[in-house]
């Protein structure tokens, strides 16, 4: 009887020995995590953010916090017999979001509304405001391409931008010139960098209007990089005059917010 006893005894503390093992390395394991300071890729809302790893802190914006952007046209122009370029003019309504990369589609049809072509590519959406996708050099053939239209393939991911880098970084357009309207337009402008910072890659996307408002012709030009302060000429060329007289030029230069540095 006493040796059952001991037995049982022993059992006992081993059972004990191990739970609290098990207890151990538990507080361990739990501890650490329950001490984890808040990310933006724990899966958790925590923190100052809005959503699960999104706003607050996050570069990430929450969808609440974002407006669907708005396609406000698009059109093709006749750049020579069988070549166009196309231009999507969109609205984004979001003060403090961009979008670094999302992809998109250009779709054409001719007269009848019979598809006759598309032009994919992918591109970046600047914050605050309306801007301009371009694409050049679309061969369709014979076909014309009477109706264009525009859409973004993917959702965009947005991220947050800080009020003062869009306050910071103003880019100047001044001293528009077109010449040669009737015979072989020419565009000559001003562009200059008014900020602290360096802008590479800028896209300068020219659209000229007639007196309805209606857009007759888009070109674009290509800056390398422009420092800070610094100012650049770019021109534009049209090998073939407009269908109606040009009454309103505007220019907008395009270039990622994320690729901007301060120098």
């Known amino acids: 009887m006493a040796f059952t006893t001991w037995a049982l005894k022993r059992q006992i503390l081993i059972v004990i020995g191990l739970i609290l093992i098990l207890f151990i390395f538990g507080f361990l394991i739990i501890i650490p995590n329950l001490n984890q300071a808040p990310s933006c890729v724990d899966g958790k809302q925590n923190g100052t953010e809005l959503g ?23 059109r093709s122009f006749r750049v020579i017999p069988g070549r166009y370029n196309a231009v999507a003019y969109v609205a984004n309504h979001n003060k403090n979001t ?15 509304n019979v598809y006759i072509g598309k032009r994919e ?6 914050p605050a405001g309306n801007f301009a996708i371009f694409e050049s050099g679309i061969d369709i053939g014979n076909s014309i391409p009477v109706y264009t239209t525009f859409e973004f393939t993917q959702t965009p991911v947005w991220l947050q931008v800080s009020q003062e880098k ?7 357009v001044s001293d528009i010139q077109l010449t040669d309207e009737i015979t072989n337009p020419r565009m000559s402008a001003t562009i200059k960098n008014n ?25 674009r030009t290509y800056l390398n990089q422009l420092a800070p302060l610094e100012t650049s000429s770019v021109n534009f060329t049209w090998p073939e005059p407009f269908g109606s007289p040009v009454v309103a030029k505007e220019l907008i230069p395009m270039y990622d917010i994320f690729s901007v540095k301060l120098q």
């Open 52 to 74: 699960i790893d999104c706003g607050g802190i996050c570069a990430r914006a929450c969808v609440s916090q974002v407006e669907n952007v708005s396609v406000l046209w698009a």
């Open 98 to 112: 961009a979008a670094e990369k999302i992809s998109y589609r250009f779709r054409f049809a001719d007269a009848n």
């Open 121 to 126: 590519g992918t591109t970046f959406i600047p």
């Open 166 to 172: 869009i306050d910071q970084l103003k880019v100047g």
């Open 195 to 219: 900020s602290l910072f360096t802008i590479p890659d800028i896209g300068i996307i020219a659209i000229l209007y007639n007196a309805g408002g209606n857009a007759v012709s888009a070109s």
